[in-house]
């Protein structure tokens, strides 16, 4: 599986971005699909997660309500929407797949077996 992110870019506090991922090599419907992110000098961290479905996702506390991760499964993409954007959110975000067609909340970086390359988010106050 070959996974491409994009969307980063500069914002200032309070607007929004949306990033894709656009995913290839396997049946996209097979895929539990994750979003991560990793700010300079942290580790890096969940965001959200998807489902093959799109009916069961999940998020980090501190973007509940502010971030909606869906996808589209007839172009193989996944999106994270982001309003209301924070310098706190200023992070390289990670996109990841996962053979996994269940609903079970996958939120373990380790348990993930595709990344993409990383689109960086620079949120300015």
């Known amino acids: 599986v070959q996974l491409q992110a994009s969307g980063g870019g500069a914002a200032q506090a309070g607007d929004s971005l949306r990033l894709s991922c656009a995913a290839s090599?396997?049946?996209?419907?097979?895929?539990?699909m994750g979003w991560f992110r990793q700010a300079p000098g942290k580790v890096r961290e969940f965001v959200a997660t998807?489902?093959?479905?799109?009916?069961?996702?999940s998020y980090e506390e501190s973007v509940k309500g502010r971030f909606t991760i869906s996808r589209d499964n007839a172009k193989s993409t996944v999106f994270l929407q982001m309003n209301n954007l924070k310098p706190e959110d200023s992070a390289v975000y990670y996109c990841?797949?996962?053979?996994?067609?269940?609903?079970?909340?996958?939120?373990?970086?380790?348990?993930?077996?595709?990344w993409g390359q990383g689109t960086l988010v620079t949120v300015s106050s």
């Open positions: 090599g396997r049946t996209f419907t097979n895929l539990y």
């Open positions: 998807i489902n093959w479905s799109g009916a069961s996702t």
């Open positions: 990841a797949a996962k053979y996994y067609h269940g609903s079970y909340s996958i939120r373990t970086q380790s348990d993930y077996e595709y």
